[in-house]
């Protein structure tokens, strides 16, 4: 089992960019593959991103690739999301996420969620 807490969510204008993180715990947090989900209002949760263990592999969902990156820092148990080009149809709260198996991360179906950040981008 892993524990992850996001942070850095918040007001955005349109067209600014925003980094969104989650720390990890737990005995073996860095050997997980990690993602990052999210969901706007009315909306069900949606992909996004994920990377492997080592950060060499990582993975997008069509709608962000491009205007999102994904990274993570083993030696701090973290994995971040920067978020450029900010549209309002980004709005959501975005969701970090691990698995032992990288393909439940693209798949939909991690084991272990974080509570989620707030990211709202106004117009």
């Known amino acids: 089992q892993v524990q992850l807490v996001e942070s850095g969510g918040g007001l955005v204008q349109a067209g600014g960019s925003l980094r969104v993180s989650c720390a990890a715990s737990?005995?073996?947090?860095?050997?997980?593959?990690m993602g990052w989900f999210r969901q706007a209002p009315g909306k069900e949760r949606e992909f996004v991103a994920a990377?492997?263990?080592?950060?060499?592999?990582?993975y997008y969902a069509a709608s962000v690739k491009g205007r999102f990156t994904i990274s993570r820092d083993n030696a701090r148990n973290t994995v971040s999301l920067q978020i450029t080009s900010l549209k309002p149809e980004d709005t959501a709260v975005y969701y970090c996420?691990?698995?032992?198996?990288?393909?439940?991360?693209?798949?939909?179906?991690?084991?272990?969620w974080g509570r989620g950040t707030q990211v709202t981008v106004s117009s």
């Open positions: 996420a691990a698995d032992t198996q990288f393909a439940k991360l693209t798949r939909g179906t991690p084991s272990n």
């Open positions: 990377i492997n263990w080592s950060g060499g592999i990582t």
């Open positions: 737990g005995r073996t947090a860095r050997d997980y593959p």
